[in-house]
């Protein structure tokens, strides 16, 4: 029996992981090449694969235009064909001499450089343009929950502490720039690390400036794998703790609900913020209100927060766009802030995930709902336009260098320059996709 439960629990695992991966990857990668082929067909290209997936084809079918349209064996990604290229990834072409004349002007190494421009950079381009209407779309429809920037707590000996945060102070703004959510204040430190931070706070009518180095931690989800990430040590609104794990009120053991109870009666709603310890050494700066434990003696919870709940925003659909387009730029250069720390060695790059984390990922997410899915599709979709547009040799942002080279010089770069560069950023792209799911597995097992 327990050798039917395992192969049952192992199978849905391997159905919600595996397929939530696979789904939202054949979206993600229908889009991307979907936006080469279109605007290859607007200049008069002539496509003749599209392919969901790379090696032996599957099924498929051929359209009016002559384009195959085709599912291949390997779903981890996919290509389009134009007329005239020698392979899938347009590292070179075919010998102008073997291309009738009446056919040429449908073949891609044919078309002004500008038109070969806007052929590639649409793959990544039209990745963004899907990112920002999902997440408009969600905002619109379903709206956007925003947690209001205020410490209900701050956790000792933590970057906060030092700074001189204090419970229900109000953020509202970090590095001059405008806070508008709890959220805004975890994407500044989270890939920040350790880096200075003003933080521009509202206590008591007044602003002040706090001036924070949040802690640089190593942390692991519940999969094993790791992450660098930048703590301040302020809890959001809406926090509470449950009294059962409270162990100590100002430095004084307790034990029991009944002691914790007694131990806090007095001090909520009070001027003077104390600390709690919660299972163990965990110590937080507190200030509860007295409205919000107003049920202290039967409730068993002790209320942080001040009352401010969290707000779901509802927009127009011009107003969504704006702030989804927003998200999308904040996604962006939070990416590239996280790849440069690599790089500087501030961050690990171990955790480069490859598709075992993607998959472990999109599992956790699908069991959310559909609207997190789609989110997280979206915040994929920026990494997948945003990886496409690196200058590295057969990717798409390879190709936009030799064409603005070319643009530039008035001739194209030379097939065995072309030849060499591709051969070693393909060498590149399988040595870094290879150290990734390397990393995934050596953390998922080890």
């Known amino acids: 029996m327990d050798f039917f439960n395992l192969f049952n629990t192992v199978g849905q695992n391997i159905w919600i992981y595996g397929g939530s991966f696979l789904l939202v990857l054949s979206v993600l990668v229908f889009i991307h090449e979907w936006g080469h082929y279109i605007v290859a067909r607007m200049c008069g290209v002539r496509v003749e694969i599209f392919s969901i997936g790379f090696g032996p084809e599957l099924f498929g079918f051929d359209d009016a235009h002559g384009t195959r349209w085709k599912f291949s064996l390997v779903p981890l990604g996919g290509y389009v064909k134009m007329y005239g290229d020698a392979d899938p990834a347009s590292a070179g072409h075919e010998d102008a001499d073997a291309i009738p004349d009446n056919k040429r002007h449908e073949a891609f190494f044919a078309k002004p450089v500008a038109q070969r421009a806007a052929v590639v950079f649409a793959g990544p381009a039209i990745n963004y343009v899907y990112a920002i209407i999902v997440m408009a779309f969600v905002f619109a429809f379903n709206g956007q929950s925003l947690t209001p920037p205020y410490a209900s707590a701050v956790v000792g000996g933590s970057a906060a502490e030092t700074a001189g945060f204090m419970p229900h102070d109000e953020i509202i703004a970090i590095n001059g720039e405008a806070v508008r959510s709890f959220e805004d204040i975890r994407k500044s430190v989270l890939v920040g690390l350790d880096e200075k931070r003003i933080f521009t706070v509202v206590r008591d009518g007044q602003e002040v400036d706090l001036i924070a180095y949040p802690d640089k931690k190593q942390e692991e989800d519940r999969f094993g794998f790791s992450s660098s990430r930048g703590f301040l040590g302020i809890t959001g609104a809406q926090h509470a703790v449950l009294l059962k794990t409270i162990t100590s009120v100002d430095g004084a053991a307790v ?192």
């Not at 920026?382 to 010089?409: K, R």
């Not at 399988?430 to 080890?446: C, K, P, S």
């Open 255 to 446: 034990e029991g609900v009944d002691a914790v109870r007694a131990a806090l009666r007095d001090k909520i709603g009070g001027e003077k913020p104390f600390w709690i310890g919660v299972g163990g050494d965990d110590r937080f700066l507190v200030s509860p209100q007295r409205a919000m434990n107003a049920d202290f003696d039967s409730q068993d919870y002790l209320a942080l927060s001040d009352g401010r709940e969290d707000i779901v925003m509802q927009y127009s659909p011009l107003q969504a766009l704006g702030h989804a387009t927003v998200e999308v730029w904040s996604t962006t250069t939070s990416t590239l802030q996280a790849l440069g720390q690599m790089f500087t060695g501030a961050r690990s790059a171990t955790e480069l995930g490859g598709l075992i984390r993607i998959g472990a990922l999109a599992g956790d997410i699908a069991q959310k709902g559909f609207i997190a899915l789609i989110m997280f599709s979206a915040l994929l979709s920026v990494n997948l336009g945003l990886l496409n547009l690196f200058p590295i040799p057969v990717l798409d942002g390879g190709h936009l260098v030799f064409y603005a080279i070319e643009a530039a010089s008035g001739k194209p770069v030379s097939e065995k320059a072309q030849d060499i560069a591709f051969r070693f950023g393909f060498g590149f792209l399988v040595a870094v996709m290879a150290f990734a799911n390397i990393n995934d597995i050596v953390q998922l097992f080890l």
